[in-house]
């Protein structure tokens, strides 16, 4: 493996040893490896087939000479997965989440953790100390375990107790620092410069960047298997890239990988760029959107959610900020309360547990498709970087299991049973009949309902099929779709209001026809609510169902 360190200031060349952290010609922190991109263009896509699935399959483009497979735990190759139901509720169907819940420690950082620790070992470095908000020293740790590495981890006190109890379960030293994250890392590197150890520099080691960016590879492979070729380039780019960001390693890494795959031909284009940040901690949006060169600091974080907490990105917010004006991307933020929805919103609809910061990017995301931003025929990939961590209990809020006590000997078994489970359920629920001719849309419709409130739920494929029900079924409320084979919406409405015993059914409208002044007028008065699809998520939708019942 033939690669070389390059100054991003001075442009001096020197060989890679991870030991050395600066530009020997001009101390600069900031460097880059460079690969025979000539070479490794032409041979490497061949190969592919072949190799395992796990970012090793690319290393021909990682720092390190010989990747030592005893330390693996299956790092890379995360799934990318189609949300359908996501895309309906937003009228952008082509929305891809890149699932980095999926690595061995349940967060994207297992990447870094993976390739750093690969490098250290060859370089025969045995301890190290890392600042964290939880996820990298809980990756970190668990590769320094096969590795034989001692970790030093600073965390800072507002990291969740259980994320505390996993780093130290590893072996590793848990170092608590009140205060904040900021801090927490200038503490680390005092420790690491008295000690002479080994330290995490973030979006400053060169093995962090080149392990992000085997997320770009595999999204371009996982997006040509999905939707075939580019335009005139073997592999396909998404429209975007969305990520929620701290210090925002993780874009400028992904970033360096659609980089250099457009070096070697295997794209033509890169993706735009939008990292997200919690509005309490946003120095790089609020920069951004003030056209700032530099970043203003965030001096005290006010954001529960500790993983996002860089109040001082440095210059990391520099290559940003060029990143997202050269991509026409956006810096978005969003707040706590918009994370933790948007984890009810992913959960129910996708299937998919994030924790706080990985919502965030979703959070962000809704806001840049509401806003225009992202367009509806955009390919988007978003980072799922992490999976919940124990914090449900909070944000589920109270009543959200049901206690059923197993009847004692005492009790006649067969009515004990029966009266404990009607404090489960009670016998009867709201009917709804669900009238739409999409399966997809039909299928959406339901798991909103089922995924927060009891219902019972019918269906309908057509007009007439939906009218024949609703006059048998006499249900609490109709969700209709306009425009269906047979018989369309707004016959079933006339027909519904001429009879007495279906005139006062309340009716939903969802539809994703633009309606004329006339088809409104039509509708008018005859209809409860009109929801535009494509155009709501399914807490809203929930909310319009649930005032219509009572
Ligand atoms: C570290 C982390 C982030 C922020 O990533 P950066 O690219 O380093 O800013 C987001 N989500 C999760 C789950 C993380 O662990
Ligand atoms: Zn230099």
Redesign the pocket.
């Known amino acids: 493996m033939s690669f070389i360190i390059k100054c991003l200031d001075c442009g001096h060349n020197a060989p890679y040893y991870p030991t050395s952290t600066t530009c020997p010609k001009c101390n600069s922190q900031w460097r880059e490896a460079e690969y025979d991109y000539e070479l490794i263009g032409k041979t490497l896509p061949e190969k592919l087939p072949s190799r395992t699935a796990d970012l090793w399959r690319y290393r021909e483009l990682l720092p390190v000479r010989n990747p030592n497979i005893s330390l693996s735990l299956g790092e890379g190759s995360t799934p990318l997965i189609r949300a359908v139901n996501l895309g309906m509720m937003l009228g952008c169907p082509n929305i891809y989440i890149k699932d980095e819940r999926q690595g061995p420690t349940s ?3 297992d990447r870094q953790a993976a390739v750093t620790i690969a490098a250290l070992k060859e370089a025969g470095i045995t301890e190290m100390v890392a600042a964290s ?4 020293a809980i990756s970190y740790s668990a590769y320094a375990s096969r590795a034989g590495v001692k970790l030093w981890a600073f965390v800072t006190s507002l990291v969740p107790s259980v994320k505390m109890r996993e780093i130290a379960l590893y072996g590793s030293q848990v170092i608590k620092i009140t205060g904040s994250y900021d801090q927490c890392k200038q503490v680390a590197s005092e420790f690491a410069r008295q000690r002479k150890l080994y330290q995490d520099m ?2 400053r080691t060169i093995t962090s960047i080149e392990a ?1 960016k085997t997320i770009a590879f595999e999204i371009a492979e996982q997006l040509t298997a999905a939707q075939g070729p580019g335009e005139n380039t073997p592999w396909r780019t998404p429209d975007w890239y969305v ?10 890494g992904v970033h360096k990988g659609f980089r250099e795959m457009k070096q070697m031909g295997w794209i033509d284009r890169i993706p735009a760029f939008a ?1 997200i940040q919690a509005e309490g901690c946003a120095p790089m949006v609020t920069s951004w959107k003030k056209g700032l060169e530099k970043a203003e600091t965030v001096t005290s974080p006010k954001t529960r959610i500790e ?2 907490a ?1 109040g001082d990105p440095g210059r990391s917010y520099e290559f940003l900020r060029e990143i997202v004006n050269g991509t026409n991307g956006a810096f978005e933020s969003v707040s706590d309360e918009d994370a933790f929805r948007a984890m009810h919103v992913l959960a129910k609809m996708e299937g998919i547990s994030a ?1 706080p ?2 919502a965030a ?1 979703f959070a962000g995301l809704f806001k840049l498709i509401r806003a225009g931003v992202i367009k509806p025929s955009d390919t988007v990939v978003v980072n799922c ?2 999976h919940t961590m124990p914090a449900e209990s909070s944000i589920l809020g109270e009543n959200w299991s049901r206690d059923v006590k197993f009847p004692s000997m005492e009790e006649t078994p067969q009515e004990g049973l029966l009266s404990a489970l009607n404090q489960v359920a009670p016998e009867r629920f709201p009917k709804i009949v669900i009238v739409e001719d999409t399966t997809e849309a039909r299928r959406l419709i339901r798991r909103i309902l089922q995924s927060q409130g009891n219902f019972t739920i019918l269906e309908a494929a057509n007009g007439r099929e939906g009218l024949e029900l609703i006059q048998r079924e006499l249900p609490d409320l109709v969700v209709l779709d306009l425009m269906m084979p047979e018989m369309d919406g707004f016959t079933v409405i006339e027909a519904l209001r001429a009879k007495q015993e279906t005139a006062t059914i309340p009716v939903i409208v969802a539809t994703a026809k633009e309606l004329t002044p006339d088809e409104k007028s039509r509708l008018s008065g005859h209809i409860q609510a009109l929801m535009q699809k494509g155009d709501f998520l399914n807490d809203e939708f929930l909310e319009e169902v649930n005032s219509f019942i009572k």
């Open positions: 967060s994207f950082k908000t939880g996820n990298v973030g979006a992000m990520q929620a960001i701290s210090g925002g390693m993780g874009p400028l990292p993983t996002l860089t924790e910061a990985a990017a970087t992490g």
